[in-house]
């Protein structure tokens, strides 16, 4: 009872540090710097216990599965590539870098998308729409993110859009909308 009077009334917590030689409030400093340390350390040894589990999972993989994950990571860093040198206006590198890692993965159909923006700000209308059904394809072999394909037919609707192809454009851009309505 004595510590909640001296919490709600500063006047006793000075009181009871002059005639303790107690400072509380570097206790309640120092009982703050703790539970954040601790904190800290929980966070850190979650991150290395989930790391570790990470490596089990890869060791515990087929080598197949291994070069497959790999390959997919590879593919990112290519992309990632691309995207710098088309943020720098260099679609020719980009488009180079992208087709690479459409290749690593043909799977992804963000890379799809990636190549038909290249071509479309290369004014290469009819090659982004081409690339744009390859990735449509792709996704009808089986599972797919609706997400990724909503973005590559609304892709292929900036193409037709550009290209002067109204009606067409519309309905492409009516069926993103029925992938992910974004």
């Known amino acids: 009872m004595l510590m909640?009077?001296?919490?709600?009334?500063p006047r006793f917590t000075d009181v009871f540090g002059?005639?303790?030689?107690?400072?509380?409030?570097?206790?309640?400093?120092?009982?703050?710097k703790y539970e954040?340390?601790?904190?800290?350390?929980?966070?850190?040894?979650?991150?290395?216990?989930?790391a570790k589990r990470k490596a089990?999972?890869?060791?515990?993989?087929?080598?197949?599965?291994?070069?497959?994950?790999?390959?997919?990571k590879d593919a990112e860093a290519k992309k990632a590539q691309g995207t710098e040198f088309y943020k720098k206006r260099d679609f020719a590198k980009a488009l180079e870098l992208y087709r690479e890692a459409m290749n690593m993965n043909p799977d992804e159909l963000l890379y799809y998308s990636n190549v038909a923006a290249v071509q479309i700000e290369s004014k290469n209308f009819e090659d982004?729409?081409?690339?744009?059904?390859?990735?449509?394809?792709?996704?009808?072999?089986?599972?797919?993110d609706y997400v990724k394909l909503a973005k590559?037919?609304?892709?292929?609707a900036s193409a037709l859009e550009k290209s002067g192809r109204l009606d067409e454009a519309m309905k492409c851009y009516q069926a993103a909308l029925l992938e992910n309505n974004d």
């Open 152 to 156: 590559v037919i609304a892709r292929k």
């Open 128 to 144: 982004a729409i081409k690339t744009c059904d390859m990735g449509i394809e792709k996704s009808r072999g089986g599972p797919y």
């Open 4 to 9: 909640q009077v001296m919490q709600m009334d």
């Open 56 to 72: 089990e999972e890869e060791a515990a993989l087929p080598s197949e599965a291994k070069m497959q994950m790999q390959r997919a």
């Open 36 to 50: 954040a340390n601790q904190e800290e350390l929980s966070k850190k040894a979650e991150a290395e216990a989930e």
């Open 18 to 32: 002059a005639l303790t030689g107690i400072n509380m409030d570097d206790m309640a400093e120092n009982r703050a």
